[in-house]
């Protein structure tokens, strides 16, 4: 999947200092949300085509994090308005 270029993002990440530069690490666009339960870091994914049909064949969608300790996370699809 790519990281879509957020139109409203109020920051963008870039690699962590300590990455290795042999794995690819892309500019993340973050939109924050304020919530009752905290702030938010909303990104937005765009699957390629091959991604897209090994979904519609019932392939599962991975989240990896970096680290020991499992944030609240939230996924959800939108069309993006």
């Known amino acids: 999947?790519?990281?879509?270029?957020?139109?409203?993002?109020?920051?963008?990440?870039?690699?962590?200092?300590?990455?290795?530069?042999?794995?690819?690490?892309?500019?993340?666009?973050?939109?924050?949300?304020?919530?009752?339960?905290g702030n938010f870091m909303i990104s937005a994914w765009q699957p390629d085509a091959a991604e897209l049909l090994a979904l519609n064949a019932g392939a599962f969608v991975f989240m990896h994090i970096r680290g020991t300790?499992?944030?609240v996370v939230s996924l959800t699809v939108n069309n993006g308005e």
């Open 1 to 37: 999947m790519t990281p879509v270029k957020l139109t409203d993002a109020t920051r963008s990440l870039g690699a962590p200092a300590d990455w290795n530069d042999t794995t690819p690490c892309d500019t993340l666009d973050i939109y924050d949300n304020e919530t009752p339960e």
């Open 69 to 71: 300790q499992h944030p």
